[in-house]
C-alpha cells in the first residue's frame, strides 16, 4: 500500500469533472486501497479521486470513529433528496479552513463497488453530509463553492493570506 499526494486548492484538478470508471480491474482496488490509507492518515472522513491527481467517477468514505466502516462509491449519482441542514464542513484540500453550508438532509444514491456491482443506499447524518461532499468532488465542486457570496469572498481573502504566508 501507497499513500498518495494529496491536491490542494487551487489546483485545476479539483475544478474539473471526473470521468466514468468502465474497468473494474486489479488498479482500480489496488487504488481504492491506497486511497482509502490515504484518507485515514489524513485523519479524513472521505476522499474522492481529483484530489489524489486522478479525475475519475471514485471516492472512499468512513465517517465511524472506529475507521472500520469503509465504503467505496464508484460512478454514485444522487437519486433522491430531502430536507435542508446546515453544514460546518472541512476538505483534506483545503486544510485549515472550515465553514457552515447548506446540504440535503437525506440522500439516496445508486454506486458501483469495485466488482462493478451496482448498489443503492439510503442515508442521513453525517453519511449523507459526506456522500454528497464527495459526489460534489466528482463534478469539480468545491464545498466553498456553496458559500454565499460574502462568505466566498472572505474565503478567498483568507486563502490569499495563507500562501501569502506560506511564501514567506
Ligand atoms: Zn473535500
Aim: glycine residues 6%; contains cysteine.
Amino acid at each position: 500500500m501507497a499513500l498518495l499526494n494529496i491536491h490542494v486548492y487551487p489546483d485545476p484538478i479539483l475544478k474539473q469533472p471526473a470521468e466514468k470508471v468502465t474497468e473494474f480491474g486489479e488498479d482500480l482496488g489496488k487504488l481504492l486501497d491506497n486511497m482509502y490509507q490515504t484518507m485515514i492518515s489524513a485523519a479524513g472522513i472521505g476522499l474522492a479521486a481529483p484530489q489524489v491527481g486522478i479525475s475519475r467517477r471514485i471516492a472512499v468514505i468512513d465517517v465511524s470513529e472506529e475507521r472500520d466502516q469503509r465504503l467505496e462509491i464508484i460512478n454514485p449519482v444522487i437519486t433522491e433528496v430531502a430536507g435542508k441542514i446546515p453544514s460546518e464542513e472541512g476538505c483534506l484540500s483545503i486544510p485549515g479552513y472550515r465553514d457552515t453550508i447548506k446540504r440535503s438532509e437525506i440522500v439516496t444514491i445508486t454506486a458501483q463497488d469495485r466488482s462493478g456491482e451496482q448498489f443503492e443506499i439510503k442515508a442521513d447524518g453525517l453519511l449523507a453530509i459526506c456522500l454528497q461532499h464527495e459526489i460534489d468532488h466528482l463534478d469539480g465542486i468545491l464545498f466553498t463553492d456553496h458559500l454565499s457570496r460574502l462568505k466566498r469572498e472572505l474565503f478567498k481573502r483568507w486563502h490569499r493570506k495563507q500562501s501569502a504566508a506560506s511564501e514567506r
